[in-house]
C-alpha cells in the first residue's frame, strides 16, 4: 500500500515508468531512515502525539529494520516505490497504530531530504578518510623515492628538473584541499530539514525541531521551510562537485602516470598485477586502471551537469525533477571513494626507475639565465643569451 | 580465462574496479555479438582461415548462445569481464580449436564497436517506430479535439489565440524531424568497422572485410581502421544527441502539460490513473509522470556531456575511456524509447477542457490591429493605437 | 525608438540588462535580415499590402542598409536593442509609411528565426568548404609522406605498425563525414520560419509564406507555427553538436601532433614559425596553437550545453531564454571555422621525421602470432606463444 | 616585443588564433598585475636582486600604469598578446635595466595565476556585498508585505498555504548560504602562487616567497609548485561553480516570479518599467528580465563545464588548455553580479496582490488532517478520511 493511496488504481505503464529504480537506490538509505524517524518519533513523543508504549514499539520496530538491513534482508518492493513506504508498512504492520502514527508532522518530501543528509554526512566522512590515506600514500611515495630527479613539464615539453617529491606532493596538497572542501560541505550541511514537511513547515502540531534536530547530530533545524526543500537542489550538486574537484586530482595523476609509464619514457613502472592484456596483441600491457580513473572524472562531471540542469527552470517547492538527481548523487560519491581507494593502491605500487628518469640539459637553461642574473645580467638580457645559445642547436630538446 | 590471459595474476582489487558493471551492461550486446561473429566466421571460412567442419561447429555454437540468451540463461561472468570473453569461452568450450580461431583477424576493439553498431541501428530503428506512434498519438489528438481554442502565450503571457490541433501539431512535426535525424544517423553509422582490428587493420591474412559488412547488412566496411576506432567517439555521442532532441520534444510536451493541467489553468485533465499522491497532503493528484520525463530530458543531457567530455584530450587508437560511454549510450537509448513510449500513453489520454479554455479579448490585439491594416492603417500605427487602448485598462490581462 | 515603445519609460537598470550584447552581436544578421526582409516585403506586395511604390522603397532602402554594412557603416546602438529595430526604424526615417508597413504579417520572433536561418545555412556551406580544405590538407600530407611508417598506439602503449597515410587517412575520413552531418543540417533546416510570426501565425492577412520561402531559397514554409518557434531551440543545437564534432576531430588530431612532437618522440615536426616561447625559460618552442585548438573543442561543448540546457522545463512559445542561445551559436561556429583553417594551415607545415619514427619489435606482435596462424595454428594458441616469448623479455616495449 | 621574443617570426595567422581575445580580457587584471608586480619587485630588493633605486623606478612605473588603467588610457595591444607583456614592456620603456629585471624569479604562469588570484579575491568581496544586498532587499520584502498569504505549491499543484514571508525569506536564506561558500572559497584560494615560476619554483635565486606573499595580504604562498600551477584548473571551476550556486538561487526566484506575476495567477505584479513590450502583439508586458537572469543560469552552468571538461586529461604542468577559462571565469563573476544586482531592485519593486493571493479550501486539507490528529486520530487514518472528502468533489482543486 502506497503512502498517498486513496482506493484509486495506477495506470500500471505509469507506475512502473515513476517508480523507475528508486526502490533498488533506497536500499543504502534505509539505517539512515531508521535513525532519522527515531529522532522524529522521539519528538512527537515530547509533543505528546505518542504515548511512551508508543515511542518503545516504534522503537523496537525501527532497530528490527535496521539490523534487517544491516544483514541485507529488508526487502523494498517495486511496490512499495521507495524505502520510506516500506519502513511504513513494516512498522504499520506490526505495531498498527503506532505505525499509522509515525509519519505525523513530516512529508516524505523532509523525510527523503533527512535521510539523505544523513547518507551525506557518512559519505562526506568517508570521503574525508579517503583522501587522508590517498594522501597518505603519495607522501610514502615522496619520502620513499622523492629524491629521484625528473623532467619538469609544461607545453607537454621538457622545462624544468623537479622530483618525485615535487611531483607526489603535488598530489597530497591537492588531496589536503579537497579535505578542506568536504569540511565546508560537512559545515554547509550540517542543518536538519525535518519538520520542513512539504517545504511549508507544520501547522496545528507544535513539535520541536531543533530537538530532532540535535539528536540527529545537527547543530540546528533549517529555520524557512521552504528553503529546506532548495537546499535538495542546491547542497546536493555541492557535493557533486567535490566529487568532480576530487576526481580532477585522481584524473590528473593517471594522465601523468598514463605518460610516464610508456616505454618511451619509462619513468615509472606499474607492477604488472596492475595491468591488462588485449585480445589481439600478445606483447601488450595496458593500464586500463589508470585509464578508466581517468575517464570517470568525465563521468562525475556529467552527472553534476544533470543534477544542476534539471534544477532549473522550475518554481519553489518540492518537484518530482529533483528525485533524478538521487541516483547521480550516489554515483559520484561511489566514483570518487572507489577510485581514492584503487589510486592510493596504485601509488603505493610505483616504482620510479632512476636511470630513464634523465634530466636533459635543456632543462637548465633557466637556471643558467639565473647564474648570469646573479653577476648582475639583467633577467630579459640573461634570458636571450641563453636562448641564443639553444637556438644554435639543430632541434631545441633534439637530444631527447 | 580472459582472452588476454598470459600466466600472471592480476590485482583483485584492480580487477573488480576495471570490470566495473561491463558484465552486466553487455547482456543486451550478446545477440549482436553473435550475429557479428557469424559475420566473421563466414568471412575467415572465405578466407580459407576455418574449414568448412570448424564453420558448422561456430555457427551451431554461436546459434545455442543466440536461444540461451533469448531465454535470459546465457550468463556472463563477472570474470568473464564481458560479452565477448564469454562467447569465445563458451565456444572454446564446445568446440575446442574452432573455438579457438574465431578471433582471428579481428580484436576485441572492432568486435565491440561492431556489436554495439548492431545494436545501435535496432535501436535507431525502435526508436523510428516510437517517434511515429508518438507523433500518431499527437495527430490522433489534433485530429479529436482539435478545434478546441487554446490560448497562446510567449514569455508565459497571452499572446494569441491557437488551437489544440495547433498545439498537438507542434509535437507530431517534432517527432517527425526527429525520425529524419534518425535517419540521417541509420545512413551515418551504416559502416561495418570490423576488421579494424585493433585500429591498425589486420596483417598477413586475407581476410574479405565487404564481404562481412554485406553479411551483417552494411553498405560497406570504413576504409581507414583509425578513422573506425574514432567513430566509436564520434557515432555514440551524436546518436545521444539524437536522444536529447527527442528528450527535448517531450520534455516541451511536458512543460506545457504540468502548466495546463493546474486547477489554475484547467485547460486539460490528466486521467486520476496518470497521478500519483503526496504522503502528508489528502488533496493532492500529482503529474509526476510529466515531472520524470521533463527531468530526464536533463539526465540525458548529462550522459550526452559524459561521453563528448571523455573523449577528449586524448590520442588516436583505442584508449579505455572509450568504454565508459557504453553506459551512457544504453541509457540514453533506453530513457528516449521508455519516454516516448510513456508519453504516446499520456498523450492519449488527454481531456481538453472546453470551458475553461477561455480566450481572453487581449488574445485577440494582434488580430485588431491587422483588421485596422487592411483598412490602410500602416501596422506601426495601428500597432500603436491597438496598444493605446489596452494600456488604458488597469491591469493588461489582468481579466484572466 | 523601441518596436514595441508605447510611450512608457523602462528602468534604465533593467533596459541596459535585458539588451547585453545583442546590439554587438546582431551586427553579423544585418545582410541576413535585409534579405529575408525584402522576400517578405515582396509577399506584402503580393498579397496587396504594399504598393509598388512602397515596395520600390523599402527594396531601395534595405539595399543602402547591405551596402552601408558591408562597408562596415551601419550602425545598430545600445537603444535599438537589435539588428531588427535598428533596420525598421532605418525605413521608416527614410520612407515613412513604407517603413511603417515593413513590419505587417510577422513578428521579431520569426523575423530573428528567419534571419538565424540564412546566416545557419551560410555558415554550414563555409563550414563544408573548411571541411573540405582541410580533409585536402589531411590527404596531401598523406600523398606526400604517406609511406613513412609510424607506431600504432592503443591504451598509449605500442600497438601495432601503421604509416602516416593511414594516420592522415582517419582525419580526412572524419572530416568527410562531418561534411555529411553538415549537409543533414542544411536539409534538415531548410524550411522556413517567416509567416510563423509570434508562434501563432498570422490572422487576418493572407500572405504566401510559400512564397516568401522559395524566395529566400528554402523548399518550404514550415506548416506548423509553434513547431516554428521550437526549431530554434531544436537546430540550434544540433548545428552546435556538428560543432562539437568538427571540434572533436580537431582535438584528435591536437592531441596526437603535441604528443608526436614531444622531443622525447620526434615524429613529427612543426616549423618554428608555429611555435611560442615561454617567458622564463630559453630553451621553450611550445605548440599553443595545438594547445588551443584542443582547448576549444571543451568551450564549443560547453556552448552546446548552454542552449540545450536553458531551453529545458519551459512551456512552449517563445520565451526570452532563447536569445541566450544566439552568442552561443555564433562562438561555436566561429571557432569550428577559425580552428579547421588553422589546422588546415597546421597539417600544411607537417614535417615527419623518418629516422624518429622506429617501428619497435614489439610492433610486429600480431604479426607474429597470424604467421603462426597461417601455418595452422589456432589463433589463441599463437597469441599464448607469442606472448610467452614477450613477456620472457625484461620489459616489453622497453627497449624504449 | 614578446617576452619569449628570440628572433624568429610567428606565421601571422598561428599568432592571431592564439593571441584570441587575451589582450582584450586581460584589462580587468592590468590592476591586479601592477599590485603583483610591486610586491614582487619588493621581494626582489629584499634579496638584493634590486637596487633601491630600481625598485623606486619599478614602483613609479607600477603607479603610472594604475593611474593610466584607472582612466582607461592603458593601451594592451594585440601584439601584446596580453597584460603581462604590456606591463614589462611599458616598464623596459621607460626605465630600461630596471624594466628587464622585474621578471626575474617569477615565469607569466605564476604571474597570471596571481594577478586572477588577487582579482578573484576582489570579486569574491563583491559578491559577498551583492549576496548581502539582495538578502537585504528579500527580508525588505518580508517584512514589508510578508504577512500576505500565498498558496504554497508542490509540483505544480496547490499544497498548503505560506506567506510572502516565508517565500521572501527563503532567498534570503539561500544568499545567505551562498555567502557563507563565498567565505570557503576565499579561504581556500588564500594561497599565494607566487614565487611557483612555471610550476617547478625558482632555482639558484634564493627570493622570500612569504614575504611577497605578505605583502599582497595573503595568509601564506602554496608550498608546492606544482600544485600551485594546478590549483589554477581546480580553484577556478570552484569559484564558477558558486555562480552556478547563486544564479539557481536566483533561476528559481525568476521562475517563481514569471508565473506568481501571470495574469492568470495575478499573485504579484512587476512594475511597468521593469517589462518589455511585443513588436507584433500590443498588449503584451513581457518579463524579459526574469526570463534572462533566468537563463543565464544555464549559460553559467556552461562556463563552468567549459572550465573543468578541458581541465580533464593533461598532465602536470602547465598547458596551453588552461587559459581558455580566463573568459568562462570573468562571464560567470559577471554575470553573477550583475544578475545580484537586477534581482535586488525587481525585488525592491514587487507589489504583492492580496485580492489575487487567495488561499482554496484544499490548501487546508493537510491542516484538517492534523486537527484530527489532535483528537488523537491517527495519521494515516485521518490522512484517508479527509482524503475521501476532496476525492468526493468533481475536480480536486478545480474551484481554483
Given at each position: 500500500?502506497?503512502?498517498?493511496?486513496?482506493?484509486?488504481?495506477l495506470n500500471k505503464d505509469i507506475e512502473f515508468f515513476t517508480v523507475g529504480d528508486d526502490?533498488?537506490?533506497?536500499?543504502?538509505?534505509?539505517?539512515?531512515?531508521?535513525?532519522?524517524?527515531?529522532?522524529?518519533?522521539?519528538?512527537?513523543?515530547?509533543?505528546?502525539?505518542?504515548?511512551?508504549?508508543e515511542l518503545a514499539e516504534i522503537t523496537a520496530g525501527l532497530r528490527k529494520i535496521t539490523?534487517?538491513?544491516?544483514?541485507?534482508?529488508?526487502?523494498?518492493?517495486?511496490?512499495?516505490?521507495?524505502?520510506?513506504?516500506?519502513?511504513?508498512?513494516?512498522?504499520?504492520?506490526?505495531?498498527?497504530?503506532?505505525?499509522?502514527?509515525?509519519?505525523?508532522?513530516?512529508?516524505?518530501?523532509?523525510?527523503?531530504?533527512?535521510?539523505?543528509?544523513?547518507?551525506?554526512?557518512?559519505?562526506?566522512?568517508?570521503?574525508?578518510a579517503r583522501l587522508a590515506d590517498f594522501a597518505g600514500a603519495a607522501s610514502a611515495l615522496?619520502?620513499?623515492?622523492?629524491?629521484?630527479?625528473?623532467?619538469?613539464?609544461?607545453?607537454?615539453?621538457?622545462?624544468?628538473?623537479?622530483?618525485?617529491?615535487?611531483?607526489?606532493?603535488?598530489?597530497?596538497?591537492?588531496?589536503?584541499?579537497?579535505?578542506?572542501?568536504?569540511?565546508?560541505?560537512?559545515?554547509?550541511?550540517?542543518?536538519?530539514?525535518?519538520?520542513?514537511?512539504?517545504?511549508?513547515?507544520?501547522?496545528?502540531?507544535?513539535?520541536?525541531?531543533?530537538?530532532?534536530?540535535?539528536?540527529?547530530?545537527?547543530?540546528?533545524?533549517?529555520?524557512?521551510?521552504?528553503?529546506?526543500?532548495?537546499?535538495?537542489?542546491?547542497?546536493?550538486?555541492?557535493?557533486?562537485?567535490?566529487?568532480?574537484?576530487?576526481?580532477?586530482?585522481?584524473?590528473?595523476?593517471?594522465?601523468?602516470?598514463?605518460?610516464?609509464?610508456?616505454?618511451?619514457?619509462?619513468?615509472?613502472?606499474?607492477?604488472?598485477?596492475?595491468?591488462?592484456?588485449?585480445?589481439?596483441?600478445?606483447?601488450?600491457?595496458?593500464?586500463?586502471?589508470?585509464?578508466?580513473?581517468?575517464?570517470?572524472?568525465?563521468?562525475?562531471?556529467?552527472?553534476?551537469?544533470?543534477?544542476?540542469?534539471?534544477?532549473?527552470?522550475?518554481?519553489?517547492?518540492?518537484?518530482?525533477?529533483?528525485?533524478?538527481?538521487?541516483?547521480?548523487?550516489?554515483?559520484?560519491?561511489?566514483?570518487?571513494?572507489?577510485?581514492?581507494?584503487?589510486?592510493?593502491?596504485?601509488?603505493?605500487?610505483?616504482?620510479?626507475?632512476?636511470?630513464?628518469?634523465?634530466?636533459?640539459?635543456?632543462?637548465?637553461?633557466?637556471?643558467?639565465?639565473?647564474?648570469?642574473?646573479?653577476?648582475?645580467?639583467?633577467?630579459?638580457?640573461?634570458?636571450?643569451?641563453?636562448?641564443?645559445?639553444?637556438?644554435?642547436?639543430?632541434?631545441?630538446?633534439?637530444?631527447?
Open positions: 500500500m502506497k503512502l498517498w493511496d486513496k482506493g484509486f488504481e526502490y533498488i537506490l533506497d536500499r543504502r538509505l534505509v539505517k539512515h531512515d531508521c535513525a532519522a524517524s527515531l529522532a522524529h518519533a522521539r519528538a512527537l513523543r515530547k509533543a505528546r502525539l505518542l504515548t511512551a508504549k539490523d534487517l538491513d544491516a544483514r541485507g534482508k529488508f526487502v523494498i518492493k517495486r511496490e512499495d516505490e521507495d524505502c520510506h513506504t516500506a519502513i511504513e508498512n513494516f512498522l504499520t504492520a506490526g505495531y498498527g497504530e503506532a505505525g499509522k502514527k509515525v509519519h505525523t508532522g513530516r512529508s516524505r518530501n523532509d523525510q527523503v531530504l533527512t535521510a539523505l543528509r544523513l547518507y551525506e554526512r557518512e559519505a562526506l566522512n568517508e570521503l574525508k615522496a619520502r620513499a623515492q622523492g629524491r629521484i630527479g625528473l623532467p619538469g613539464y609544461t607545453h607537454m615539453r621538457r622545462a624544468m628538473p623537479t622530483t618525485v617529491a615535487a611531483w607526489a606532493g603535488c598530489f597530497a596538497a591537492a588531496a589536503r584541499d579537497d579535505a578542506r572542501f568536504a569540511d565546508f560541505l560537512l559545515s554547509l550541511t550540517d542543518q536538519s530539514p525535518l519538520g520542513s514537511a512539504a517545504g511549508f513547515g507544520v501547522p496545528v502540531l507544535n513539535i520541536d525541531r531543533g530537538y530532532s534536530a540535535r539528536l540527529m547530530g545537527f547543530s540546528k533545524a533549517i529555520e524557512n521551510p521552504i528553503y529546506a526543500q532548495f537546499t535538495r537542489s542546491k547542497f546536493e550538486p555541492a557535493i557533486m562537485h567535490l566529487c568532480s574537484q576530487v576526481m580532477l586530482t585522481l584524473n590528473k595523476l593517471a594522465s601523468d602516470l598514463v605518460m610516464f609509464s610508456m616505454p618511451e619514457f619509462g619513468f615509472v613502472e606499474l607492477p604488472e598485477a596492475f595491468c591488462t592484456g588485449s585480445s589481439i596483441m600478445p606483447q601488450k600491457k595496458n593500464p586500463d586502471v589508470l585509464e578508466l580513473v581517468r575517464g570517470k572524472y568525465h563521468a562525475v562531471l556529467g552527472e553534476e551537469f544533470k543534477a544542476l540542469s534539471l534544477a532549473g527552470n522550475l518554481i519553489s517547492g518540492y518537484n518530482r525533477d529533483a528525485q533524478l538527481a538521487k541516483g547521480p548523487l550516489f554515483a559520484c560519491l561511489d566514483t570518487a571513494l572507489a577510485s581514492l581507494n584503487i589510486m592510493a593502491t596504485v601509488t603505493g605500487g610505483l616504482r620510479f626507475n632512476r636511470e630513464r628518469c634523465v634530466l636533459a640539459p635543456e632543462l637548465f637553461a633557466t637556471e643558467e639565465a639565473y647564474r648570469l642574473v646573479r653577476q648582475g645580467v639583467p633577467f630579459r638580457d640573461a634570458y636571450r643569451q641563453v636562448a641564443a645559445k639553444f637556438r644554435g642547436g639543430a632541434e631545441p630538446g633534439g637530444a631527447g
